[in-house]
T-cell receptor, first 114, second 112 residues
Framework: SAVISQKPSRDICQRGTSLTIQCQVD?????MFWYRQQPGQSLTLIAT?????????ESGFVIDKFPISRPNLTFSTLTVSNMSPEDSSIYLC???????????FGPGTRLLVL | LAKTTQPISMDSYEGQEVNITCSHN???????ITWYQQFPSQGPRFIIQ???TKVTNEVASLFIPADRKSSTLSLPRVSLSDTAVYYC?????????????FGGGTRVLVKP
């Protein structure tokens, strides 16, 4: 299994600003993903973070709003750009290792936009 | 894209078996079925995964019928610490586009 940490754990931001969330894995993972989870709701996949290339975004999510980087096999960032109150949510990253279909999740970043 | 449906909530008592069924009528050939447990203010934690038939590990069993259009997570002899939200995930990580669909989650409350 992989242990995943996220920074910050929570933040309160003003509308119109941007926040970058960091995801660090304690071992190399094959794939990394970013999810959004509204309080009390299920998880929605934002994008797959691809190492050394542009992320693959799901329907409804675009690179200009959620730029993602993955410079190596253990680290990724998600930026929430030009934030509005509707971006208030929990953002989680996950990773998989080897050939497994199992994802390991970080603890999440709780974002509140005022 | 596989749409997954789960019961919203379920109550049980300590020592009982809890069975949660997830419906995924349009599951794709390459899709796996994975169940996660989530406690408040934490990320989801892997419980069990299967493709077909039955899978058992030290914490749960997963039953998948031949048509794979549903799956049932079975938690034997639950304790108070099993109170959590349980999510069914259907998809294939390596499939094009990574069509990963989480169910709405089932809130399980274990009572003393």
């Amino acid at each position: 299994s992989a242990v995943i940490s996220q920074k910050p754990s929570r933040d309160i931001c003003q509308r119109g600003t941007s926040l970058t969330i960091q995801c660090q894995v304690d071992s190399q993972v094959t794939m990394m993903f970013w999810y959004r989870q509204q309080p009390g709701q299920s998880l929605t996949l934002i994008a797959t973070a691809n190492q050394g290339s542009e992320a693959t975004y799901e329907s409804g999510f675009v690179i200009d709003k959620f730029p993602i980087s993955r410079p190596n096999l253990t680290f990724s960032t998600l930026t929430v750009s030009n934030m509005s109150p509707e971006d208030s949510s929990i953002y989680l990253c996950s990773g998989t290792s080897g050939s497994q279909e199992t994802q390991y999740f970080g603890p999440g970043t709780r974002l509140l936009v005022l | 894209l596989a749409k997954t449906t789960q019961p919203i909530s379920m109550d049980s008592y300590e020592g009982q078996e809890v069975n949660i069924t997830c419906s995924h009528n349009n599951i794709a050939t390459n899709d796996y079925i994975t169940w996660y447990q989530q406690f408040p203010s934490q990320g989801p934690r892997f419980i069990i995964q299967g493709y077909k038939t039955k899978v058992t590990n030290e914490v749960a069993s997963l039953f998948i019928p031949a048509d794979r259009k549903s799956s049932t997570l079975s938690l034997p002899r639950v304790s108070l610490s099993d109170t959590a939200v349980y999510y069914c995930l259907v998809g294939a990580l390596k499939a094009a586009g990574n069509k990963l669909t989480f169910g709405g989650g089932t809130r399980v409350l274990v009572k003393p």
